[in-house]
C-alpha cells in the first residue's frame, strides 16, 4: 500500500465523516446534552455501525442493492422514518441529560448506520473505490476498514467536542429548547440527503 493510494482513501474517510450530516447532528447533540465522556458510547456505535458496513459490503452484500432494486427504496423509507424519529427524540429533549440514560444510546447510532441508505452508498464506493484486486483485496480491504474507524472516531470525537462546548454556553432552560429543537430540525433536514 503506497501513499498514492492511502491520500486518496484517507481524503474520502475525512469527507464522508467529517462532514456534517445525521451521525454528527446527533453526535453534537449528544455532547451538548450529556458532555463528552458520557457520549462516547453513541460514538463508538456510529463508528461501529459504518465499519460493519464497510465489512458487509467487502463481503459482497453490496451487491444485492443492484439486484434488488426494492431493497435500497425501502431502506430510503425506513431510514427517512427512523432518522425523523431522532431527530423528534433530539428536538423534545429537555436539556443537559444529567441521569444514567443517555439521550441516544450505543446500538441506536448504529443502527442509524443500517437504515441509512446515503451511509451504504459510502459503504459501497469505499470498497468498489479503494480495495485492490486478487491476492491484495483482503489486506486493502482491512486498510480501508482502519482508515474509516480512525477517521470516523476522531471525526466524531470532534463533533461531540463541539457539542459538549455549546453545553458551557447554554445556561437557561428556553436556550436548551431552542438549542435542542435547532437540532431536531437539522437532522430531520438530513432526510432530503437520504432523497436527494
Not at 65 to 88: C, E, I, N, T
Not at 95 to 112: F, K, T
Amino acid at each position: 500500500m503506497d501513499l498514492n493510494w492511502l491520500l486518496p482513501l484517507a481524503g474520502f474517510a475525512l469527507i464522508t465523516c467529517g462532514t456534517p450530516g445525521p451521525n454528527n447532528m446527533l453526535l453534537t447533540s449528544a455532547g451538548a446534552a450529556q458532555g463528552f465522556g458520557r457520549s462516547l458510547p453513541l460514538l463508538v456505535g456510529v463508528v461501529g455501525g459504518i465499519n460493519l458496513m464497510i465489512l458487509a459490503t467487502a463481503l459482497g452484500l453490496g451487491v444485492l442493492f443492484d439486484r434488488v432494486p426494492l431493497l435500497h427504496d425501502g431502506l430510503k423509507v425506513a431510514g427517512s422514518l427512523y432518522l425523523l424519529w431522532l431527530a423528534w427524540k433530539v428536538a423534545n429533549a429537555s436539556g443537559p441529560a444529567e441521569g444514567s440514560r443517555p439521550l441516544i444510546p450505543a446500538h441506536q447510532g448504529a443502527l442509524l448506520q443500517l437504515l441509512n441508505p446515503k451511509a451504504w452508498m459510502m459503504a459501497l464506493s469505499a470498497i468498489s473505490g479503494f480495495t485492490l484486486a486478487g491476492e491484495a483485496y483482503w489486506p486493502s480491504a482491512f486498510w480501508v476498514l482502519g482508515i474509516f474507524f480512525l477517521t470516523g472516531l476522531y471525526t466524531g470525537a470532534f463533533w461531540v467536542l463541539f457539542g459538549a462546548q455549546v453545553r458551557r454556553l447554554i445556561h437557561t432552560a428556553r436556550g436548551w429548547r431552542r438549542f435542542n429543537l435547532g437540532m431536531g430540525l437539522a437532522t430531520a433536514a438530513c432526510v432530503l440527503m437520504i432523497w436527494i
